[in-house]
């Protein structure tokens, strides 16, 4: 008689993302409301009792997680809960016999994940499962034969833990232990083999089994590179947050352009302008590069790329995904009015790996490993092999730069879990003197941080101290008659987070955070205070309420700014915010956010068109001009789309004050001062609105990428020039991004970047006096656009793998016009730069 089941739901994949950090993937029942139609059994399957089990009358539930394909054939089985006795095995042989119908998306089939229970009773308790086989055919007398082995991952040698191992001839399988080992006594003959292991390929060979001899083999099975199955991505903070967007694996690793750094992909998202395409840091939403928050792991980090420009200061193989949100985001992430990226580090390795990067601009190498049981650890180095040929180039040169990352777990009980993390980077450029020593300039950082985390029965605690130093040094340049520079930052901070959930739609979290700092800035400045030590604090709290449909999540943060303990400026932000979403139906969620968002004065360099970026070490310059404060409004609709596609509209208005401009230094708005240094720069008040379009196809199956549209601007209003447009507004910015794996091991990826010109500060003939300048920012550059693209190819062996790769950026040759100045009868000269780089490179993991 059949066995009867019962359908628990479907699994989605849920890959939950902590403030500034998103957390491990992980399989949970939950209930998609974006599937139109719910597979249903179709076709049944006889289940039989082991003897084990029968003999011994046992009873009792085996939970599979079961792969089921567009077709509603299963693919691949995973064991969730058995009683033992063989009872698994069973079940995962009538599960391959078992057809579904397909589950549905807007009216289009698409693969998913299914819990499925089978319940083995005797005929005499209720629900029925066939008894063992008794062999009705004469058995036979030779002894037996032993077939054993071990299932692998191809490309790493990890063992594969429950990998099925299917005996067509037999209509049995077996599975493997937690070392990937299996073993069984099989009568003599031939046995047709397949291994199945979720998101891996399908592995099929025939083996024969001699009358009392043995068979050893190690299965080499290759997984998928990408995941093909339905994934969803979530933060916990995210649920609400408009124009939120998180990326992972391949989409940080394989985009064209970006030369397989994570950082750089963050420039083909909505709301992005630059200053020079392909260099320079993000602009986002008309708002400067050191007025944004930029996290690892959740320690703010004061520069992102080497040199201002080059490769990001956190190995990419340290990096295991990005959240990207240009506003709106939980008093979580407070002191900066900015847009927040953030990088999530690797996880905590269950195997040993070994990775290395090697191209034209880097050599990397990348460890974890697990110590004991409880006990993890990541190490990561990098250094820069441009540097080497820059130097080989030219003796007198000096071109460094080096970036190191270390994280350790430790999980001391069920209840408490340790981390420590520290990382760091540094920049050495210049040139060596003919009589001795070193004309350079020198930037670097360091961080360190303890974590402790505790759960409670209804909540967590969360504790963390942290210690950093930073620093910028720069030499003297007579001809340009600038004094040398040297600013340093240190700083050590202690925080605290306690969440607790009240009922089950509400959750209430609560934070507090204190930093001691220490400031040296040479030399003196009389126009902006620089003070030699500063006190800061800051608390907030926020709610997360459920009710049906809705989230909503309210929150507010205040800081305290004082900066010259004994004597100095002092600032005090309130910043309350709120977010919410509201589920109009299955796939389709309206978003809508607002808040206040307030910092110190930050400093952002700039060398002509390009934006160098936030400068490490210059804190806690120019308080007594007042907090950088930005107002947001966002709302948004986010929808999902068949075929894997997600669309995403948003809308936003935001207002800026700040206290020290630098887009509108001297040199930009076309004046200098009499002794032909630039003042300080003005404080301004602006605006930045605009309507911004994301279609995205999700990453799953061969081919992922997203296209994205901004229509924006941003202006700005200071004291004696009125409102002109922002320096770096683009009203019109493309992105369109793809990337396909072709077969197993070739993958073809373009990107598309168009954005048109940004303003500029007109040079006009004046009568008499020679060349002047019309009113700022008056006129605009021409359009740009460009094509990256990317090729890739992956070998894989037996327990180590290597992709090798070509990465163009602007493989069309396109000049970009980033000035246009006069000559001196009036004729017009424009400036263009061709930035072109051909990128080899390979990877390697062992």
């Known amino acids: 008689m059949m066995a009867t089941t019962s359908f628990l739901g479907l699994t989605w994949i849920v890959a939950l993302g902590l403030s500034a950090i998103p957390c491990d993937a992980q399989d949970s029942p939950t209930s998609p409301k974006s599937l139109s139609q719910r597979p249903e059994v179709i076709q049944d399957a006889s289940l039989r009792y082991p003897p084990q089990a029968w003999d011994n009358d046992v009873q009792g539930d085996v939970v599979l997680l079961l792969w089921v394909t567009e077709v509603g054939q299963v693919e691949a089985a995973k064991v969730i809960s058995t009683p033992g006795y063989d009872m698994e095995l069973a079940a995962m042989a009538a599960a391959k016999k078992m057809r579904f119908s397909p589950a549905l998306m807007d009216g289009e089939p698409v693969k998913v994940k299914i819990r499925y229970t089978f319940r083995f009773r005797k005929p005499e308790r209720g629900a029925l499962a066939l008894p063992p086989l008794t062999g009705g055919g004469k058995e036979d007398p030779r002894p037996k034969g032993r077939f054993f082995g071990r299932v692998l991952q191809k490309g790493t040698g990890n063992p594969l833990v429950g990998a099925e191992l299917y005996l067509l001839d037999l209509d049995e399988a077996t599975l493997t232990d937690e070392n990937g080992r299996f073993d069984r006594a099989l009568s003599p003959g031939g046995y047709a083999v397949t291994v199945n292991v979720p998101q891996h390929h399908v592995f099929e060979r025939l083996e024969r089994v001699e009358s009392g001899g043995s068979v050893e083999v190690e299965y080499y099975v290759e997984p998928n590179r990408r995941e093909r199955y339905r994934t969803i991505v979530w933060g916990d903070e995210g649920r609400a947050m408009v124009g939120r967007t998180t990326l992972a694996e391949a989409e940080i690793s394989e985009i064209p352009g970006t030369v397989g750094d994570p950082i750089r992909v963050i420039m083909l998202m909505p709301g992005v302008t630059t200053s020079m395409s392909g260099l320079g840091y993000p602009v986002v939403r008309g708002v400067l590069p050191g007025d944004a928050r930029y996290e690892m792991d959740g320690v703010q980090i004061?520069?992102?790329?080497?040199?201002?420009?080059?490769?990001?200061?956190?190995?990419?193989?340290?990096?295991?995904?990005?959240?990207?949100?240009?506003?709106?985001?939980?008093?979580?992430?407070?002191?900066?009015?900015?847009?927040?990226?953030?990088?999530?580090?690797?996880?905590?390795?269950?195997?040993?790996?070994?990775?290395?990067?090697?191209?034209?601009?880097?050599?990397?190498?990348f460890h974890a490993r697990p110590l004991t049981e409880n006990l993890q650890t990541l190490v990561a180095g990098r250094m820069g092999t441009l540097g080497l040929i820059v130097e080989g180039l030219a003796s007198d040169a000096i071109f460094k730069y080096w970036d190191y990352q270390s994280k350790t777990f430790l999980q001391i009980d069920d209840n408490d879990r340790l981390e420590f993390l520290a990382f760091g980077a540094g920049n050495k450029v210049g040139e060596k003197l003919e009589g001795g020593g070193e004309d350079v300039v020198k930037i670097g950082f360091h961080r360190m941080l303890l974590r402790q985390r505790h759960t409670l029965q209804a909540g967590w605690l969360q504790l963390e101290g942290e210690l950093g130093q930073e620093g910028y040094e720069a030499p003297a340049d007579e001809d340009e008659d600038e004094e040398a520079m040297d600013a340093r930052y240190s700083y050590g901070g202690l925080r605290g987070k306690l969440s607790k959930t009240l009922r089950p739609n509400l959750e209430i979290l609560v934070g507090t955070e204190g930093v001691l700092q220490d400031f040296d800035f040479m030399p003196d400045?009389?126009?902006?205070?620089?003070?030699?030590?500063?006190?800061?604090?800051?608390?907030?709290?926020?709610?997360?309420?459920?009710?049906?449909?809705?989230?909503?999540?309210?929150?507010?943060?205040?800081?305290?700014?004082?900066?010259?303990?004994?004597?100095?400026?002092?600032?005090?932000?309130?910043?309350?915010?709120?977010?919410?979403?509201?589920?109009?139906?299955?796939?389709?969620?309206?978003?809508?956010?607002?808040?206040?968002?307030?910092?110190?004065?930050?400093?952002?360099?700039?060398?002509?068109?390009?934006?160098?970026?936030?400068?490490?070490?210059?804190?806690?310059?120019?308080?007594?001009?007042?907090?950088?404060?930005?107002?947001?409004?966002?709302?948004?609709?986010?929808?999902?789309?068949?075929?894997?596609?997600?669309?995403?509209?948003?809308?936003?208005?935001?207002?800026?004050?700040?206290?020290?401009?630098?887009?509108?230094?001297?040199?930009?708005?076309?004046?200098?001062?009499?002794?032909?240094?630039?003042?300080?720069?003005?404080?301004?008040?602006?605006?930045?609105?605009?309507?911004?379009?994301?279609?995205?196809?999700?990453?799953?199956?061969?081919?992922?990428?997203?296209?994205?549209?901004?229509?924006?601007?941003?202006?700005?209003?200071?004291?004696?020039?009125?409102?002109?447009?922002?320096?770096?507004?683009?009203?019109?910015?493309?992105?369109?991004?793809?990337?396909?794996?072709?077969?197993?091991?070739?993958?073809?990826?373009?990107?598309?970047?168009?954005?048109?010109?940004?303003?500029?500060?007109?040079?006009?003939?004046?009568?008499?006096?020679g060349i002047g300048h019309g009113p700022p920012f008056s006129k605009r550059l021409p359009n740009f656009w460009k094509l990256d693209v990317r090729i890739q190819k992956r070998e894989v062996y037996d327990t180590w793998y290597f992709d090798f790769y070509i990465d163009v950026l602007n493989v069309t040759f396109n000049r970009e016009t980033i000035g246009i100045k006069l000559d001196g009868d009036g004729g017009e000269r424009i400036e263009k730069s061709l930035f072109f780089v051909p990128m080899l490179g390979l990877r390697a993991a062992f």
């Open 302 to 365: 004061p520069m992102l790329y080497h040199l201002g420009f080059g490769s990001a200061v956190v190995n990419p193989r340290f990096t295991s995904g990005i959240v990207f949100q240009p506003g709106g985001y939980s008093v979580q992430h407070g002191q900066f009015p900015g847009a927040l990226i953030m990088g999530q580090a690797a996880r905590a390795p269950e195997q040993a790996a070994t990775a290395t990067d090697l191209s034209i601009i880097q050599t990397s190498l």
């Open 525 to 769: 400045t009389d126009e902006l205070s620089a003070p030699s030590d500063g006190i800061t604090l800051g608390a907030y709290t926020e709610a997360q309420w459920t009710p049906g449909d809705w989230t909503v999540i309210p929150g507010i943060r205040v800081d305290h700014y004082r900066y010259g303990i004994d004597d100095g400026p002092r600032r005090t932000a309130v910043d309350p915010r709120l977010a919410a979403g509201y589920q109009l139906t299955d796939g389709l969620e309206v978003k809508a956010s607002a808040g206040v968002y307030q910092g110190p004065p930050r400093v952002t360099l700039a060398e002509g068109p390009v934006v160098i970026g936030p400068v490490p070490g210059m804190v806690g310059i120019g308080l007594e001009r007042g907090l950088t404060r930005t107002m947001q409004i966002t709302g948004g609709l986010e929808a999902e789309l068949p075929w894997n596609l997600q669309a995403v509209v948003q809308g936003y208005d935001s207002s800026l004050r700040t206290g020290m401009d630098f887009s509108l230094r001297e040199e930009n708005l076309g004046g200098e001062t009499e002794d032909g240094d630039d003042d300080p720069p003005l404080p301004s008040t602006g605006r930045s609105y605009g309507v911004e379009f994301v279609l995205r196809r999700q990453l799953g199956g061969s081919l992922f990428g997203w296209m994205t549209y901004s229509l924006s601007r941003s202006e700005r209003t200071a004291e004696g020039y009125g409102t002109m447009p922002f320096m770096f507004d683009q009203t019109h910015v493309i992105n369109a991004v793809a990337s396909w794996e072709v077969g197993r091991h070739w993958t073809l990826g373009a990107a598309y970047h168009f954005h048109t010109g940004r303003p500029y500060t007109p040079e006009v003939l004046v009568p008499f006096r």
